[in-house]
């Protein structure tokens, strides 16, 4: 009896007159983010009555807002400053690699056009009624072109131009991940801001905005990769809970990584070590060496067609002088044009960088495998599709480099290269 006393009590609502409902009507709750919470009470099969004026609506229940604190505002806040800064970077430096890659092709030009200018002055001198005035345009004229030849064979303007396209692509990539980072909404702490700042640091080391002083050694003693990403801290020693070396069948488990995708990356590193890094120095070393050669060559042939236009219409000698100067001055140009036309310092900064791309992939495999901890690592098939990404190969590629991490195979065994991309 209590208990039908106690349903009637909350059936006395819904059998409510209209007109009662239409004299108080009920205030509609205030809209907001919060998702409506209903309630519904279950009348037995005994009661006959409309189980949906049972459902009534609560009001709107807002959650409190935790607030961010101080510390994370101002991670915040310094990693947007450092994609802001970025991106002024990347602006600056294609702003400046345009330039240079203008000075590259108008040096060329114009000092071209003064030595074989001279050339043909220096030609014609020997017959013409206006000899000295011939003479001495092309000893100024060749001069001139020496001089310009060997302050831009310092300078390596083509070099440059590749230097600072190479810098714009990377702040750029630097200014998406900061981004990405904030577009997250993750908790930002002081380790991601000082990793984002030590990118910025390595960066405008690897690649400097000043001409002079600053510059990059354009014929360093030794070729070494160009790195543009800042130094790993090793791990610190903990209990191993890696892989071990090959087993009988792979261990589906530990954040991604199985006994087979260590053996992968393991022969992936080696591959790149032996082959694609080793490849890219070899030929830098070959393409170094010749631009080396050529840019005191050209200077030199330049300066020895200023010398020999002195002594043009000396007598006996001056025939000889003059066929010098000629011959020196198209040598000196035939120079110029392939070491500046074909570009031999941004051949050569192009397979230093290639060699760094390399370098970094195998630094970042190697992390990933010194981490003793698997679960601390980058998620194993996540950064199995990266290196496969950047290798441009496909992920079914990658196991065919499995074998090459058994120490039996040797380096001379290995033939094919890691990468497919370059």
């Given amino acids: 009896m209590a208990?039908?006393?106690?349903?009637?009590?909350?059936?006395?609502?819904?059998?409510?007159?209209?007109?009662?409902?239409?004299?108080?009507?009920?205030?509609?709750?205030?809209?907001?983010?919060v998702a409506t919470c209903l309630a519904a009470l279950h009348v037995p099969s005994g009661i006959h009555a409309a189980q949906e004026n049972l459902t009534f609506q609560l009001d709107w229940i807002e959650t409190p807002r935790v607030p961010a604190s101080p510390?994370?505002?101002?991670?915040?806040?310094?990693?947007?400053?450092?994609?802001?800064?970025?991106?002024?970077?990347?602006?600056?430096?294609?702003?400046?690699?345009?330039?240079?890659?203008?000075?590259?092709?108008?040096?060329?030009h114009s000092?071209?056009?003064?030595?074989?200018?001279?050339?043909?002055?220096?030609?014609?001198?020997?017959?013409?009624?206006?000899?000295?005035?011939?003479?001495?345009?092309?000893?100024?004229?060749?001069?001139?072109?020496?001089?310009?030849?060997?302050?831009?064979?310092?300078?390596?303007?083509?070099?440059?131009?590749?230097?600072?396209?190479?810098?714009?692509?990377?702040?750029?990539?630097?200014?998406?991940d900061v981004r990405a980072a904030l577009a997250?909404?993750?908790?930002?702490t002081k380790a991601d801001v000082k990793e984002a700042m030590d990118r910025v640091l390595a960066l405008d080391a690897a690649y400097p905005l000043p001409l002079l002083p600053g510059m990059l050694e354009k014929f360093p003693k030794a070729v070494e990769p160009t790195r543009w990403w800042p130094s790993r801290r090793p791990a610190q020693?903990?209990?191993?809970?890696?892989?071990?070396?090959?087993?009988s069948a792979p261990i589906a488990s530990g954040n991604g990584w199985t006994q087979d995708l260590e053996d992968e990356m393991r022969g992936l590193l080696r591959v790149?070590?032996?082959?694609?890094?080793n490849e890219f120095l070899t030929v830098g070393k070959l393409v170094l060496n010749l631009n080396r050669g050529l840019a005191v060559a050209g200077p030199a042939l330049a300066g020895t067609a200023a010398l020999a236009s002195v002594f043009i219409g000396s007598g006996e000698v001056g025939t000889w002088a003059s066929g010098a100067a000629v011959i020196g001055g198209a040598l000196a140009a035939s120079v110029n044009t392939v070491e500046h036309g074909?570009?031999?310092?941004?051949?050569?900064?192009?397979?230093?960088n290639c060699?760094?791309?390399?370098?970094?992939?195998?630094?970042?495999?190697?992390?990933?495998?010194?981490?003793?901890?698997?679960?601390?690592?980058?998620?194993?098939?996540?950064?199995?599709?990266?290196?496969?990404?950047?290798?441009?190969?496909?992920?079914?590629?990658?196991?065919q480099f499995r074998e090459m991490a058994s120490p039996s195979v040797r380096d001379e065994d290995i033939k094919e290269f890691a990468g497919k991309l370059f």
Avoid at 272 to 277: C, F, Q
Wanted: hydrophobic fraction near 45%.
């Fill in 3 to 33: 208990a039908l006393q106690a349903q009637r009590l909350f059936l006395a609502p819904s059998t409510s007159t209209p007109s009662t409902s239409a004299a108080r009507p009920r205030p509609r709750p205030r809209r907001s983010s």
């Fill in 71 to 108: 510390s994370a505002e101002v991670s915040l806040e310094k990693l947007r400053a450092i994609a802001d800064a970025a991106a002024d970077r990347a602006e600056m430096h294609d702003i400046i690699g345009r330039q240079r890659d203008n000075w590259s092709h108008l040096l060329l």
């Fill in 111 to 176: 000092t071209n056009s003064l030595t074989l200018a001279a050339s043909a002055m220096a030609a014609l001198a020997p017959a013409a009624p206006t000899m000295v005035a011939l003479k001495a345009s092309a000893g100024v004229l060749l001069a001139t072109a020496a001089v310009t030849m060997a302050a831009v064979n310092k300078i390596q303007p083509s070099q440059l131009a590749e230097e600072q396209r190479n810098a714009t692509r990377l702040w750029r990539e630097l200014e998406r």
């Fill in 184 to 188: 997250l909404g993750a908790q930002t």
């Fill in 237 to 247: 020693p903990k209990k191993s809970k890696s892989f071990g070396r090959r087993g």
């Fill in 272 to 277: 790149i070590k032996a082959k694609d890094e």
């Fill in 342 to 352: 074909g570009q031999m310092g941004m051949l050569f900064e192009l397979l230093r």
């Fill in 355 to 399: 060699a760094g791309f390399y370098r970094k992939i195998q630094e970042d495999i190697e992390a990933n495998l010194a981490e003793p901890d698997v679960e601390r690592r980058e998620g194993g098939e996540l950064f199995a599709t990266k290196v496969a990404l950047k290798l441009g190969r496909s992920l079914s590629d990658l196991k």
